[in-house]
């Protein structure tokens, strides 16, 4: 069921990006660090492995992106814990500093994979729903190549409510 819904969503987006006048789709990779909130000692622990993305956008119009997103990201509170998310989401871009800021949000599932003992938990390996919202700016390189640079928050459903910090240095190209 998940997978045919994603289907129709994909082929929907896709017409509507066709309607906007959309001449480009966006492809991209990023990897960084990630941070996990650790409420009882208010503090951000971060993660001991690197946070990894990937990324194909389709414009909706000039100054927005439909992204669907892929990331595995690091916990920072249990050793060798990742979180590995799929969603989709949207980027709003304007001026920025040097090049274009973006905005961004959207949802999807988190899975949430323990290490070792830690399997044990109820947790391990099952899918939630998630959000995250996000900061950055893309520099142009060339005309079809941008770096990135993105700070995103992540939220689950899992046990405990986890709650992400990850920041992304990156490459989008046009195609």
């Known amino acids: 069921m998940r997978k045919m819904a994603l289907v129709v969503t994909v082929v929907a987006v896709t017409g509507m990006a066709g309607s906007a006048g959309a001449q480009v789709a966006w492809l991209g990779a990023a990897g960084g660090a990630s941070w996990t909130w650790e409420g009882e000692r208010s503090a951000l622990v971060r993660g001991p492995d690197p946070a990894l993305g990937?990324?194909?956008?389709?414009?909706?119009?000039?100054?927005?992106?439909?992204?669907?997103?892929?990331a595995q990201l690091s916990l920072?509170?249990?050793?060798?814990?990742?979180?590995?998310?799929?969603?989709?989401?949207?980027?709003?871009?304007?001026?920025?500093?040097?090049?274009?800021?973006?905005?961004?949000?959207?949802?999807?599932?988190?899975?949430?994979?323990?290490?070792?003992?830690?399997?044990?938990?109820?947790?391990?390996?099952?899918?939630?729903?998630?959000?995250?919202?996000?900061?950055?700016?893309?520099?142009?390189?060339?005309?079809?190549?941008?770096?990135?640079?993105?700070l995103t928050w992540e939220r689950t459903r899992h046990d405990g409510t986890p709650t992400m910090v990850a920041g992304m240095l990156g490459l989008a190209v046009s195609l």
């Open 76 to 150: 920072g509170d249990r050793d060798g814990a990742t979180m590995r998310t799929v969603g989709l989401g949207v980027d709003y871009f304007f001026p920025g500093v040097v090049g274009e800021a973006l905005v961004s949000g959207g949802i999807g599932g988190y899975r949430l994979n323990l290490a070792g003992p830690q399997r044990a938990e109820g947790d391990h390996g099952r899918w939630e729903l998630g959000w995250y919202l996000g900061i950055g700016e893309w520099f142009a390189l060339s005309r079809r190549m941008r770096l990135s640079v993105e």
């Open 54 to 70: 990937v990324f194909v956008g389709i414009p909706l119009d000039r100054d927005a992106l439909l992204r669907l997103r892929g």
